[in-house]
C-alpha cells in the first residue's frame, strides 16, 4: 500500500489500479499453490518461457483493447527504456522466474514467493543508484517494512510435527 498508494495529500487511488493489483495478487497465490502441488511434466524453463508468452500475449491484448499501441512511438524510445527492458527481460525473466520455478520444486510456495516482494525493491534501489530517481521517505519506510516482512518469513520456525499414535492390538 504505501509503495502504490497515493503520496501524503495527493489524491485518491485510481481504482482500476487498485483491482488491478488485487486481482494480480490473488492470481499470482494461487498459481503458485497450484505450480507447487501440481506434478508438471515441463521443464522450469519451459514453464518460464510459457508464462512470458500467456502474459506477453495478454498485455497485448489489453494494449489493443484500450487502444495503447496508437501511442506507441519508437522514435521516441530512449537508450534508458531499451536498457531497462533488455534486464527486465534478462534478469527478471529469464532467471528470476526460473529461479522461482526450482524454488517451487524444492520448498513452500510462500518462501519461493518471497522473491516477488524483493524484487520490486531492488528495482525501486537500481532506479535510485542508476538512473538518479527520487527515493522518498515512505518508499524506504515501506521497502524497510517488506524486507523485514521477508526475513521473518525466511527465518519463522517450522512448527513441530505431531508424533503419531501406535495403536495396540
Not at 489524491?11 to 497465490?29: C, E
Not at 543508484?129 to 521517505?137: G, I, P
Request: aromatic share 8%; net charge positive.
Amino acid at each position: 500500500m504505501l509503495l502504490v498508494g497515493p503520496s501524503i495529500g495527493s489524491g485518491d487511488l485510481d481504482p482500476i489500479g487498485t483491482v488491478a493489483l488485487i486481482i494480480s495478487s490473488i492470481s499470482w497465490a494461487i498459481g503458485s499453490i497450484y505450480s507447487a502441488r501440481a506434478q508438471l511434466t515441463v521443464s522450469i524453463l519451459a514453464s518460464a518461457g510459457m508464462i512470458m508468452i500467456t502474459g506477453g500475449l495478454m498485455l497485448t491484448g489489453v494494449s489493443f483493447l484500450f487502444g495503447e499501441y496508437k501511442n506507441l512511438d519508437l522514435m521516441l524510445v530512449s537508450v534508458q527504456s531499451i536498457i531497462a527492458q533488455i534486464y527486465l527481460i534478462g534478469i527478471i525473466t529469464v532467471i528470476g522466474f526460473t529461479d522461482f520455478y526450482w524454488l517451487l520444486r524444492v520448498t513452500s510456495a510462500s518462501l519461493a514467493n518471497t522473491f516477488a516482494y524483493v524484487s520490486p525493491v531492488i528495482a525501486v534501489l537500481l532506479g535510485w543508484a542508476v538512473l538518479y530517481e527520487n527515493l522518498s521517505l515512505i518508499t524506504v519506510v515501506a521497502m524497510v517494512i517488506i524486507l523485514a516482512g521477508v526475513a521473518l518469513m525466511v527465518t519463522k520456525k517450522k512448527a513441530p510435527s505431531k508424533p503419531k499414535r501406535i495403536q495396540s492390538s
